[in-house]
Every structure is written in structure tokens, then in C-alpha cells.
T-cell receptor, first 112, second 110 residues
Framework: DTAVSQTPKYLVTQMGNDKSIKCEQNLGHDTMYWYKQDSKKFLKIMFSYNNKELIINETVPNRFSPKSPDKAHLNLHINSLELGDSAVYFC???????????FGEGSRLTVL | GQSLEQPSEVTAVEGAIVQINCTYQTSGFYGLSWYQQHDGGAPTFLSYNALDGLEETGRFSSFLSRSDSYGYLLLQELQMKDSASYFCAVPNQAGTALIFGKGTTLSVSS
């Protein structure tokens, strides 16, 4: 059983399209995150949810909209994709905010 | 604001010892963590230091000096499989997420 799973693993799409990435964790953690890792491997926090409530929105364009239907799920929807959105998006969870992170396998988004 | 500085690259040979340093600037301090990431993989947790001193876990050790805002990850008896990126991380000011350094790429050769 994968602790943190995200789908799809790869997305290739055209500029201007909309795409979604789904994430689920079965660890019983209260906190979930989205991180973006660019081509230089810099890991940047995007969003953090604790018990379904948004607790961080780190100056991310409003084309990115996270949704947490319950504690175990955190999805990411991206509108009007741009070239600069190409990156690996990692979902993660932790028992408490800023605790030890358990990462999903990542979703590699390529915008053409 | 917060920032973490670590070397971008380190190279070593199998069997050697390597130290990856991390200096941080943060208002309020809740501990220093280290993560390992292999190419194409996800970051995985290695260690956490909340107090000064050395924490040892097998071949890997992590050190923290809060007065110097400095820590390091020590990898002993290096193996080829240790070739990866290593990230130090601290909680943000609000304590709601981890902020990562830019990572150190370790290359181990035979």
C-alpha cells in the first residue's frame, strides 16, 4: 500500500489547457501539502492544508486552485497552463504542520 | 525572511566520508531536517535535529549548532547508491510548512 499516492505521474499538455493532479494519503495525517520542484531541483511550498483547512498559500498565481474534500485527499487544479508551470509537483503529508514529510512520487507536468 | 544555504555539489569516492553543510536564517527555530532525493524519485526523510549535537543513524549522522545557525549531514562509508541530492529544511516562521534549501548534489564514484 502506497502511503502517499498521486496521479497522474506524467502530464503533457498544451499552453492554455487546464489540468488536475490528485493526491491521497492513507497515513492518517492531518496535514497535506503541494510542493513544486523546478528544473534546478528547488523545492518550493505552494499550499498547505490542515484538517481540510488552507493554512498556507505561498504567492501562487490564482490559476492554481487546491481542493481538499477530506483529510486524506488534496487535489490541485491548474487553469490556463503556461510554459513556466512545467515542473514536478509533489504532494506530501505530515502528522502535524511542518512535521516529518512523506512525499508522493511526484507528477511531472510538461507544458508545450 | 528565511533562507538556507548549502553547497550545490559535492563529489567523493566510495568508502570516503563527506560532510554537507547547511546554514540557515530564520526568526524562531523549530529544528533542522535533512531529506534525500534520488534522480527521478521523491524526497525521503533522513534526520531531524531540534537540539544541539550529533544524531547518528547508521552511516548517516546529522549535527546542529543553534548558536551558529548551522548544521551538517555526515555520510560515512560512502556507497554508489548514496549519489543523490540532499536538502536541509526548517519550518517557516508560522510553523506551518517546511522550507527547503536548494539542495546539494552528491556524486559518488568508484
Amino acid at each position: 500500500d502506497t502511503a502517499v499516492s498521486q496521479t497522474p505521474k506524467y502530464l503533457v499538455t498544451q499552453m492554455g489547457n487546464d489540468k488536475s493532479i490528485k493526491c491521497e494519503q492513507n497515513l492518517g495525517h492531518d496535514t497535506m501539502y503541494w510542493y513544486k520542484q523546478d528544473s534546478k531541483k528547488f523545492l518550493k511550498i505552494m499550499f498547505s492544508y490542515n484538517n481540510k483547512e488552507l493554512i498556507i498559500n505561498e504567492t501562487v498565481p490564482n490559476r492554481f486552485s487546491p481542493k481538499s474534500p477530506d483529510k486524506a485527499h488534496l487535489n490541485l487544479h491548474i487553469n490556463s497552463l503556461e510554459l513556466g508551470d512545467s515542473a514536478v509537483y509533489f504532494c506530501a503529508s505530515s502528522p502535524s504542520p511542518a512535521g516529518e514529510l512523506f512525499f508522493g512520487e511526484g507528477s511531472r507536468l510538461t507544458v508545450l | 525572511g528565511q533562507s538556507l544555504e548549502q553547497p550545490s555539489e559535492v563529489t567523493a569516492v566510495e568508502g570516503a566520508i563527506v560532510q554537507i553543510n547547511c546554514t540557515y536564517q530564520t526568526s524562531g527555530f523549530y529544528g533542522l531536517s535533512w531529506y534525500q532525493q534520488h534522480d527521478g524519485g521523491a524526497p525521503t526523510f533522513l534526520s531531524y535535529n531540534a537540539l544541539d549535537g550529533l544524531e547518528e543513524t547508521g552511516r548517516f549522522s546529522s549535527f546542529l549548532s543553534r548558536s551558529d545557525s548551522y548544521g551538517y549531514l555526515l555520510l560515512q562509508e560512502l556507497q554508489m547508491k548514496d549519489s543523490a541530492s540532499y536538502f536541509c529544511a526548517v519550518p517557516n516562521q508560522a510553523g506551518t510548512a517546511l522550507i527547503f534549501g536548494k539542495g546539494t548534489t552528491l556524486s559518488v564514484s568508484s
